[in-house]
């Protein structure tokens, strides 16, 4: 039998409908400048492929995407630099472009500076196969291999010596923008929320990014007459984590929306992404309320990205927030792995205790946390935390994953409206029925 301790504290409300349905009324425009965005996106051609060395080598590699004017096909001038990759760590690389001629190059970055030096192996364009890229085309699977002894013609060739590239955080930055899933609609037995996706997610983000892809998706049409549930997993975790709370989720009122995201990628990222995404989702559908639900390293994310949207829409109404054993005051884990680990996972960084991130999120000012950031009014937090200790066990209280000082980090209980105890653990919270009881309890004061 499990226990649960519930705490009451204030519980703010504020009229905010109004003001809301005035905002919606007014802002016509804006779903015009939606469809002309969306229309322009359909109209990209697409291009993406693989890049190697001929030699093995761990070098940070960029690929260069040049435009061809017309003229002759060996003149450097009838060339311009129009984007680039960074690829590391993997092979794949992605370019989203208005239909015309293209050439790639590509250089290995050995000394790991992002820019190109004299003497660093170097692909040319190939002007006898250069690509012809359509509206609403895409072209797959085109191999690249920079030749060990590969050098471009000139110290102008293609501009190469002028790139200042994306540092990999960027470069997975514009990556997420350009492959994301925005509502679309799907189940929960989706193929791409298996559990191998979510260690693709930490491990290997990109290839997340362009195999699973990232996104809001819906589990079933949007219903102008229900309230959506955005759903947020967290580290190596997918939609179906959230299952059974989804299955017992009062349908007659709430619609899911789960979010998608490599848990590997760093959380500002993350929180920043979620953010524009689902401003295009307010905005195409003129969502009134939504409501946010999250788990583990899930609310770290979340609370970034409610910050984030109710700065950029203030009219915006989240009138609820509920996470469950998030590790607010982040996890000793991801500090040892920052210390020792050979490679760092980037959300490594925003989840050791004392990180920026997680002052980011609590003050205004992270670097002499004076200002404290908090939740307008509005916005009830209900806070759901677990303890549940194997019996020999030694060292602070936890759930078994993450300690109960960090659930409850005084910074998270200032900004809390309620504070709920489950005698579960980390992952046993999202299967079980007093869990699910109480969300459904929770939910239902923001549907009135």
Known sequence: MSRHISCAGRYPTRAVGVVLTMALLTSGCMFQTVRQQQAKAAALCILSGTVRTE?????????????YSGGEVTAVENFRLVD???????????????PGTYG????????????????????????????????????????LVIPEEGRPRLAGDLDITALQARTVH???????GLL???????TLDDPRFRMENAASGMWAPFDFVFNVRPGVYFLQAYDPTK????????????????????????????QPWVAYYPSGASLSLCAEHLSQMMDKLRLQYGVKRLVVVAHSMGGLVARGFILRYLEAAPQSAIPLFVTLATPWGGHQSAARGVRYAPAVVRSWYDMAPDSHYLREIFYQDPDTVQRRRTFPRSLAHHLLFAFNRHSASFGASDDRVVTVASQLHAEAQRDASRLYGFDLTHTSMLEAPEVAHMLNEILASAAH
């Open 55 to 67: 030699l093995p080598s761990p070098s940070p590699l960029i690929v260069g995407l040049l435009r």
């Open 84 to 98: 680039h990759f960074v690829v590391e760590g993997g092979d794949l690389w992605f370019f989203q472009v208005s």
């Open 104 to 143: 790639l190059a590509a250089f290995a970055d050995r000394n790991a500076d992002l820019i190109y030096q004299p003497g660093e192996p170097f692909l040319r364009v190939d002007p006898q196969h250069l690509i012809v890229c359509a509206s609403g085309e895409e072209q797959r699977d085109i191999a």
């Open 170 to 176: 960027d470069q997975l930055a514009a990556s997420l």
């Open 180 to 186: 994301t899933a925005i509502g679309a609609i799907t």
């Open 227 to 254: 309230i959506p549930v955005l759903f947020v997993h967290g580290i190596q975790g997918t939609p179906r984590s959230f299952r059974f709370l989804i299955e017992h989720l009062d349908a007659d009122t709430f």
